[in-house]
């Protein structure tokens, strides 16, 4: 399968695997939507991994071979894989292109990335006139919109360098050892509790939208839920206590 899903020791593993240059057809848009929701549903899990094959660049995009697959009107696979309620988070793991759909998926769908030295970024649809669908709207809610601006209206690949300047990735590591820096990463992530991880997540996909009152009220709630199911798991309970064995 062009998209493949693994698991490991709590980490899911969605890897882009079709071609030279990982180009991303309607049926990947549609294995990665299952994907998610396999992952999201199973509970044995608590992050994920978002990557290009081993060797492979991250993504160059669409698949133009199949024609524009942007949908004008409803909403169209790529719409459902990034508006799915997500809790749990994901880790993009970058080498070389990753270009088009395949940055809206790395801005959208992940939510710590590291890239290697020679990643590159962009987002190319203004010169073939099919500027819009990439999203400069969606890409502005995650980084800050004179640099999203900056990509859309230029054009422009940049370098991974470049790209933590614009806030698009967290840490530049060596090429061969992406993969590997994801991965520890992940590990610092999975080994909290599930209902902290889940939690957090919540707070920040819901209280970029509300005013400082509202969100106040929203974490409230949530934190009232979380000590609710810290009291009732005591899987949830283990990693307090391990906390304190620290201290």
């Not at 909403?75 to 508006?83: Q, R």
């Not at 890239?115 to 203004?126: C, D, M, N, V």
């Amino acid at each position: 399968m062009p998209i493949t899903y693994e698991v490991e020791n709590e980490i899911g593993f969605f890897t882009i695997d079709n071609g030279k240059v990982n180009a991303i057809t309607q049926e990947m848009h549609e294995q990665l939507f299952k994907h998610l929701k396999d992952f999201l549903d199973d509970n044995s899990i608590k992050v994920g991994i978002l990557s290009g094959s081993e060797g492979k660049c991250f993504s160059a995009g669409d698949d133009l071979n199949e024609g524009d697959s942007y949908q004008s009107e409803g909403e169209d696979i790529s719409d459902k894989i990034v508006l799915l309620p997500r809790n749990k988070p994901i880790i993009g793991a970058v080498n070389s292109w990753c270009i088009g759909t395949g940055l809206i998926y790395l801005t959208l769908l992940t939510d710590i990335c590291i890239a290697g030295k020679s990643a590159r970024f962009g987002l190319p649809e203004i010169a073939y006139a099919m500027a819009g669908a990439s999203g400069n709207m969606r890409l502005s809610r995650n980084i800050p919109r004179v640099m999203a601006n900056w990509l859309v209206l230029t054009g422009e690949k940049i370098t991974s360098e470049k790209a933590l300047e614009f806030h698009l990735i967290n840490e530049i590591t060596e090429d061969d050892l992406v993969m590997s820096r994801a991965i520890e990463v992940a590990k610092m992530i999975s080994s909290h509790p599930l209902i902290g991880i889940q939690t957090e997540m919540e707070c920040i996909n819901e209280c970029n939208d509300l005013t400082l009152k509202e969100a106040r009220a929203f974490t409230r709630k949530l934190y009232d839920k979380q000590l609710e199911i810290y009291h009732q798991d005591p899987k949830a309970q283990s990693g307090i206590e391990h906390i304190k064995k620290k201290t």
